[in-house]
Structures are given as C-alpha cells and as structure tokens.
C-alpha cells in the first residue's frame, strides 16, 4: 500500500522557534509538495519538489524553506515561527509526466504555534 | 491564486438522494482530479479526467468535464453517511506537475 507519512499529528510550538516538519514517501515518486490548508482558504502550495536538491516556490513560500536531500524525503522548515503559521500542514507526492498526476498525501500535521 | 473554484460551497442532503458539486478554473488544463477529506485528515484521490475525455465513471461518482467552458462537475449517486467529507477538485493548471486545489465543497450527509 502506497505511503506518505508525515511525522507528526499534531505540533505545538513557540513564536519565533525553528520548526522541522518531515514528510517521507516509499513510492519512488519524483514529485513532493507542501501544501498548507486554512478554512475558506482551500490547500495553498507552499514549495513543489521535482527532483532530489531541486525546489520551486509555490504561493506562499514567504516565512518557509525546504529540504530535498533524499528523493523519498522532503523536509518544510519554518525559520521562525509565528502565530500566523499556525494551520494544516499537507504533505504531497506524485510521480512525473502530465497524463497522470494523482497526488497520494500524508494525514497531515496540524500546527499551532503560541 | 486558486485555480479551482467550487460550487456551491456546502451541502446537506439525505442519504440515499445524490449530491452535485461544480468546479470551474481559468487555465488550460492537461487533467482535472477531484479528491475527498475526511474531518482533520489527508486528501485521497477519487478520480482524474483528462482534458480529452468529457465524462468519466468509478463506482458511485461520475464527473463531467466541459472544457470549453472551463468546469467540471461531480455527481455521487445514492449518497451515504460515510460520503460526508469535503471534496476539492485540483488541476494541474500551472502545468510542471503541479495540483492547484479549489477551496473545496463540503458535503454533509443526514442518515
């Protein structure tokens, strides 16, 4: 069975912290997303992946950076947390190539930052 | 910016009526998803259409895609209660593989 896993459930962290959320994939996927999820906001993408070291920003990458050391691990990284931050965190993955892209996500990370 | 947009926004039916969900975007599309939340959890891919294909089946779900007039639609037949989640359609508008997500539909269905 198909599998994102994201670390955490749920975070608690305090304003102005460094905040690591991983997200690991076991389907050999090129693709990995972050996507952060608010009521009446739908799910915005914050950075995109398509390849190992390689990284687009999506939307909303202000206050956020990411790591792709690994092709099954891609790492959102909130330099210094604020309370604005606080939200569904949602990780993504997706093979390549534009005929089917069906993303598999994670359960998600909901995080609040105090 | 959100390249999907659903209509209506919320939804509240009797099991066993069937519930309709529209989403229109902006762009050219290569394919259209639409994909189910459960409360607080991930998203899970329901169905892709492609841009060349106008209606597509699996299961209880049927979407529709009229790409003239840029917008989709998803119909559940004979609806259950486990069918309450929100529903999001995504496209892939920004082309590169990368899924922009609608605000999304949400579906409550009474026993």
């Known amino acids: 069975d198909v599998k994102v896993t994201q670390s955490s459930r749920y975070l608690v962290k305090r304003t102005g912290e460094k905040v690591f959320l991983e997200c690991v994939q076991d389907m050999d996927h090129e693709n990995m997303f972050w996507y952060r999820q608010d009521p009446g906001l739908g799910l915005r993408l914050i950075y995109f992946s398509y390849d190992v070291k390689m990284k687009e920003k999506g939307d909303i990458p202000e206050g956020y950076s990411v790591s792709r050391e690994k092709k099954e691990r891609f790492s959102l990284i909130l330099e210094s947390a604020s309370t604005n931050q606080t939200s569904m965190y949602l990780c993504?993955?997706?093979?390549?190539?534009?005929?089917?892209?069906?993303?598999?996500f994670g359960q998600g990370t909901r995080l609040t930052v105090v | 910016s959100q390249q999907g947009e659903e209509d209506p926004q919320a939804l509240s039916i009797q099991e066993g009526e069937n519930a309709t969900m529209n989403c229109s975007y902006k762009?050219?599309?290569?394919?259209l998803q639409w994909y189910r939340q459960n409360s607080g959890r991930g998203l899970v891919h329901l169905i892709l259409i492609r841009s060349n294909e106008r209606e597509k089946h699996s299961g209880r779900l049927r979407v529709t895609l009229d790409t003239s007039k840029k917008s989709s639609s998803l119909l559940i037949t004979a609806s259950r209660a486990a069918d309450t989640a929100s529903y999001f359609c995504a496209t892939d508008a920004y082309g590169n593989n990368r899924l922009a997500f609608g605000k999304g539909n949400q579906v409550v269905v009474i026993p």
């Open positions: 993504a993955s997706s093979l390549q190539g534009f005929m089917n892209t069906e993303a598999f």
């Open positions: 762009t050219s599309i290569n394919n």
